[in-house]
């Protein structure tokens, strides 16, 4: 484990304009040396399961702050100093150089590859979709809802999952939209909704608490499927515009801890299975085609 130094349990303020945060990074000068020498670097969380958070023991946990512990640790930087935020302050943080790197579910979208460099992905978060302990309507696609009229599907009001149903071609007369997850899956066990669609992370999420019972996920579910591809959030690291060389150090070693099996171990504590798993060969680039640097 990571001797980890002290825990910063406050959000930042957000930082200046964008031309205030360009003119701080216009100057700054790549840090991969520093950290390497140092054996130090300091991460963004923003205090999310399982992404990056805070045990009720004071300890940080998380999916990404074990992937940075199993992929930098192997390079000699063991000494990690984890600060927590609110996610809207990640960004503009590491712009501002308060930490080093955004290590905590950021999915690559092509406005964020515009401000920031992405390692590759680590995972494909898709649609996971809840539904009656062992799936007695057979659900296994939207295809599948939009075949039978008589089936109910729920999902949150305005997020990029209920998207996805609508251009999949579920029918707006057979979704219900919640405004949060909880009331949701409450529809879904009251048996007022016969599925609820989610990101697969918080469909895991839900999963997990003790007190919810007699519902699962739908494996396998096929989601939206746009130019040959599953649509799909794929989580990375960010990076400064001018750490690209501890951003490639970073994608070398991830790539071995891919090929060891330490990234499938990582998943599988977090709940995570081979249907989130990034697929083989995908980039960053590939991901940012106008803006990879």
């Known amino acids: 484990m990571f001797a980890l130094s002290k825990?910063?349990?406050?959000?930042l303020m957000?930082?200046?304009?964008?031309?205030?945060?360009?003119?701080?990074?216009?100057?700054?000068?790549?840090?991969?040396?520093?950290?390497?020498?140092e054996g130090r670097i300091t991460i963004g969380i923003h205090n999310r399961a399982p992404w990056g958070f805070r045990t009720e023991a004071g300890e940080v946990a998380g999916f990404h702050p074990d992937m940075i512990e199993a992929v930098l640790g192997p390079v000699g930087i063991d000494k990690v100093e984890f600060v927590v935020m609110d996610f809207g302050a990640l960004i503009p943080s590491l712009l501002a150089r308060r930490i080093d790197v955004v290590a905590s579910g950021m999915a690559i979208t092509p406005v964020r590859c515009e401000q920031v460099v992405?390692?590759?992905?680590?995972?494909?978060?898709?649609d996971g979709v809840l539904v009656k302990a062992d799936n007695p309507l057979n659900i296994h696609s939207y295809a599948d809802i939009a075949a039978n009229p008589q089936i109910r599907l729920?999902?949150?009001?305005?997020?990029?999952?209920?998207?996805?149903?609508?251009?999949?071609?579920?029918?707006?007369?057979?979704?219900?939209q919640f405004q949060s997850v909880e009331a949701g899956v409450a529809a879904l066990l009251a048996g007022r909704i016969d599925a609820a669609t989610y990101s697969s992370?918080?469909?895991?999420?839900?999963?997990?608490?003790?007190?919810?019972k007699g519902i699962e996920r739908a494996t396998p579910?096929?989601?939206?499927?746009?130019?040959?591809?599953?649509?799909?959030?794929?989580?990375?690291?960010?990076?400064?515009?001018?750490?690209?060389?501890?951003?490639?150090?970073?994608?070398?070693?991830?790539?071995?801890?891919?090929?060891?099996g330490t990234v499938d171990t990582i998943m599988a504590k977090y709940d995570f299975t081979s249907a989130e798993a990034a697929p083989e060969g995908l980039t960053a680039r590939e991901l940012c085609p106008d803006n990879y640097r």
């Not at 216009?26 to 040396?33: G, V």
């Not at 999902?155 to 609508?166: D, I, M, P, Q, V």
């Not at 599953?230 to 990375?236: I, K, P």
């Open 7 to 11: 825990i910063f349990v406050a959000a």
């Open 14 to 37: 957000l930082v200046g304009t964008p031309a205030a945060i360009g003119a701080h990074t216009a100057h700054a000068e790549p840090i991969k040396d520093r950290v390497l020498e």
């Open 118 to 126: 992405f390692s590759d992905p680590d995972l494909a978060i898709g």
């Open 154 to 176: 729920g999902g949150g009001r305005g997020s990029s999952n209920t998207e996805n149903a609508l251009k999949a071609g579920v029918p707006e007369t057979q979704l219900q």
């Open 201 to 212: 992370a918080t469909a895991i999420s839900v999963l997990k608490d003790p007190n919810i």
């Open 221 to 260: 579910f096929t989601g939206l499927v746009e130019n040959g591809r599953e649509a799909a959030n794929y989580a990375a690291i960010a990076f400064r515009p001018e750490d690209t060389a501890l951003r490639d150090l970073y994608n070398e070693s991830l790539r071995e801890r891919k090929a060891d």
